[in-house]
Structure formats: structure tokens, C-alpha cells
């Protein structure tokens, strides 16, 4: 049984860090990992993904400040956040795509709240 346990929200001032982690258990093989938010009243996005070889995308808004990385012995995803903005502030969910065969099968994780106010 696939798991994503998420950890590392919380409340932040504007300016500051944090850094969010995804363990994943149950997966093997190749897959993929990212994180996504949401925002209140807006739909969920992409903020950054990361390949099984470490490829990294991230979205326009978090570039230069958001840092995705992953740690294969852990299956383990790292999401380092700064110089945080109040925009910032959503429910932050993790993502693992599998490759099962021929098909992709995506899992989620219960979500983090980041919280980004004076």
C-alpha cells in the first residue's frame, strides 16, 4: 500500500523558510514527485516536480526561492521554501506518480498547511 506522509508546515512571517518533507513507503520502481498547493477559493497547482533522476521543474512564481530535492534511500522529497511571501500560503500536498507497466498512477498525500502572515 502506497504512503505519503507529509511534515514541515506551519506559520511563517514574510521573508522566512521552511522546509517540507514527503516520505513516501509502499512504492517501487520508477516514479515521479511533486508538490502541489492550493490555495483558499483557487484551484490546485504545480509548484515543483522532480524526476526519479533528479530532473526539477518549478513553476514561474517560486523560482530562485523554492529549492525541490530527493533522497532515493529514503524515498524522500524535500521542499525547501524562501524568502517566503504571503502568496505563498496555501494547503501544500504531495504527489507521487508510479509507473505501473504502461501506466501512471498517482498518489496523494493529506496536505500541509503553510501559513505565510506578520
Known amino acids: 500500500q502506497v504512503q505519503l506522509v507529509e511534515s514541515g508546515g506551519g506559520l511563517v512571517q514574510p521573508g522566512g523558510s521552511l522546509r517540507l518533507s514527503c516520505a513516501a513507503s509502499g512504492i517501487f520502481g520508477i516514479y515521479t514527485m511533486a508538490w502541489y498547493r492550493q490555495a483558499p477559493e483557487k484551484q490546485r497547482e504545480l509548484v515543483a516536480h522532480?524526476?526519479?533522476?533528479?530532473?526539477?521543474n518549478y513553476v514561474d512564481p517560486v523560482m530562485g526561492r523554492f529549492t525541490l530535492s530527493r533522497d532515493n534511500a529514503k524515498n524522500t522529497v524535500y521542499l525547501q521554501m524562501n524568502s517566503l511571501k504571503p502568496e505563498d500560503t496555501a494547503v501544500y500536498s504531495c504527489?507521487?506518480?508510479?509507473?505501473?507497466?504502461?501506466?501512471?498512477?498517482?498518489?496523494w498525500g493529506q496536505g500541509t498547511q503553510v501559513t505565510v502572515s506578520s
Open positions: 504527489n507521487a506518480r508510479v509507473l505501473y507497466g504502461s501506466k501512471w498512477v498517482d498518489y
Open positions: 522532480i524526476t526519479s533522476n533528479g530532473i526539477t
